[in-house]
């Protein structure tokens, strides 16, 4: 058994080297510059009109009135995509770049988020231009879709097309189980047994015919399970309406007690900004010795992390987005690109300048001081000022930033199942779902995790050459936009659906201003 899992990590490793650092991280970065500068740099010239439209309107009753059955609001699609990618990635991810990247890492996850933000748009408009209603009237949408329907429109490329989305359906389905589910739960145990458990207690375990069986992960396990499994199964309109009243509190709360903490370290702010650009184009430097990390690391674990915590270019969070009841596909675009601003460059900002500020972090030198592991760094940091009241208020914002990643990436999955499948397969899905959990919680290995980080390069690729190849669709969908919306501009027809009947149910509602 050891000697088949020492292979499977061999083999892991090579395909997650070929993938993420080969192709994925170029084609991710290089899509960001492409539909950025097609869409005339959308998130920087129309930052007003975006910010109007999602984080500046949170309180406009229009955002969060569902209007349609079969759908959720467009505030509370983006709380679920929220929820899907405010996770782990944004504590441990973050600490984890910073310990092995260096400072610098910081500042790759910045321009990552950049240029993400419109690879964010560009998803979401492509999701709610190709979605459609399944067999029980509910919205259907995701890279597979544009996949198999615009990039398969194209002359002979029919079959590339379907072939991509059949791969990117599969890819999801799979690391759903994985970074949505069991690495998830397995980072809540870990935390909330630290925090809240002597260590003579998560040692208690009772015998069985599988063998010893600590008592801690499994009573964790269980009552996750039973949770998780009372939202799931009530399908995306409960999952949304917990979303919309979790997320907003869990990264307020958060966002609120790493402000406090770094106010508290406020004389090293300056040397911890000065070190992300210090260390972004430079080499950190080992154990005072000439060698160092190389800049290549230090970019790769700055993009990669990035992409871990707002999945933008993953294709993933188009499959929420587009059950909204948006009918304009760049208005659910723009709440896209809120969601990475969101995510990267307001918590992850937050948990960097928390690490940075600690003085677990050699500034000058840019490595992490002995006896600190990134997994924990964060909340070293907090307990290190608030006492084991700042290690408990870690482990509760890791159970909420993880628990309603696990919800939001159920809905993935089950959309992924359903494309492949159909729905009947999808509730499987979702009860196969449940009753993992409590895997993941017992789960000691890393290596669920490592094969789920694969699954996301695998899934990311797919669908950022459907991206990359209907760039002049959104650039259209983009320019009609705003032509219509920002330039009042007359007798433009507005480009809602790729479905003719869609389009003029959609068109109807736009024009008497429903929209």
């Known amino acids: 058994m050891e000697q088949f899992l020492e292979n499977l990590t061999n083999i892991n490793d090579a395909i997650n080297s070929f993938v993420w650092v080969k192709i994925g991280l170029f084609l991710l970065i290089g899509t960001g510059i492409l539909m950025t500068v097609v869409t005339k740099f959308f998130q920087v010239t129309h930052a007003g009109h975006w910010w109007k439209k999602t984080g500046g309107g949170v309180f406009d009753k229009k955002s969060h009135n569902k209007k349609e059955k079969g759908s959720v609001s467009q505030f509370q699609a983006l709380c679920t995509a929220l929820a899907a990618t405010i996770g782990t990635g944004n504590i441990a991810g973050v600490s984890a770049a910073i310990c092995i990247g260096g400072p610098g890492a910081v500042f790759w996850m910045w321009v990552a988020a950049f240029f993400g933000m419109m690879t964010n748009y560009s998803e979401n408009v492509l999701g709610i231009f190709y979605r459609r209603k399944n067999d029980e009237d509910e919205w259907s949408g995701g890279a597979m879709y544009y996949l198999q329907d615009g990039l398969g429109s194209y002359k002979g490329c029919k079959v ?302 797919p669908n950022l050459i459907g991206v990359v190849a209907l760039f002049p669709l959104v650039k259209k969908i983009t320019d009609n936009y705003v032509d219509r919306r920002l330039k009042d501009k007359k007798g433009v027809k507005p480009m809602l659906s790729y479905d003719a009947k869609i389009q003029k149910e959609h068109e109807e509602l736009v024009e008497k201003g429903a929209e």
Not at 254 to 264: D, E, K, P, S
Request: hydrophobic fraction near 60%; include cysteine; glycine fraction near 10%.
């Open 160 to 461: 590339v097309g379907k072939v991509l989305a059949v791969l990117f359906a599969i890819f999801a389905a799979l690391a759903s189980f994985g970074i949505g589910n069991m690495g998830q739960i397995n980072k809540i145990t870990l935390n909330l047994e630290s925090a809240f458990f002597s260590e003579k207690v998560r040692l208690f375990a009772f015998h069985t015919i599988l063998g010893d069986i600590k008592v801690v992960p499994l009573v964790i396990g269980i009552l996750l399970m039973i949770n998780a499994g009372v939202i799931i199964i009530g399908g995306l309109k409960w999952i949304a309406a917990v979303a919309e009243k979790i997320v907003p509190f869990m990264a307020i709360a958060y966002i609120l007690g790493a402000l406090l903490l770094v106010i508290i370290h406020i004389p090293a702010l300056p040397a911890a900004f000065l070190s992300i650009f210090k260390f972004a184009f430079g080499i950190k430097a080992v154990a005072g010795a000439a060698a160092g990390i190389a800049i290549k690391q230090v970019i790769t674990q700055g993009c990669k992390r990035g992409v871990f915590s707002n999945e933008a270019g993953l294709g993933s969070s188009v499959m929420v987005h587009s059950n909204s009841d948006v009918k304009e596909p760049v208005k659910q675009g723009m709440w896209g690109i809120f969601e990475v601003f969101a995510d990267t460059f307001v918590v992850c900002t937050m948990t960097a300048l928390v690490v940075l500020t600690s003085g677990f972090i050699d500034l000058e030198t840019g490595l992490v001081k002995e006896g600190v592991e990134d997994a924990t760094l964060v909340a070293k940091a907090f307990s290190n000022v608030f006492g084991k009241g700042g290690e408990w208020f870690i482990a509760v914002a890791v159970l909420l930033f993880a628990f309603t990643t696990v919800l939001g990436w159920s809905h993935y999955g089950s959309k992924a199942v359903e494309y492949l499948i159909n729905t009947k397969a999808a509730k499987v899905y979702k009860i196969i779902f449940v009753l993992i959990i409590v895997a993941g919680a017992m789960m000691e290995s890393s290596l669920a995790w490592d094969i789920s980080d694969t699954f996301n390069g695998l899934m990311m690729i």
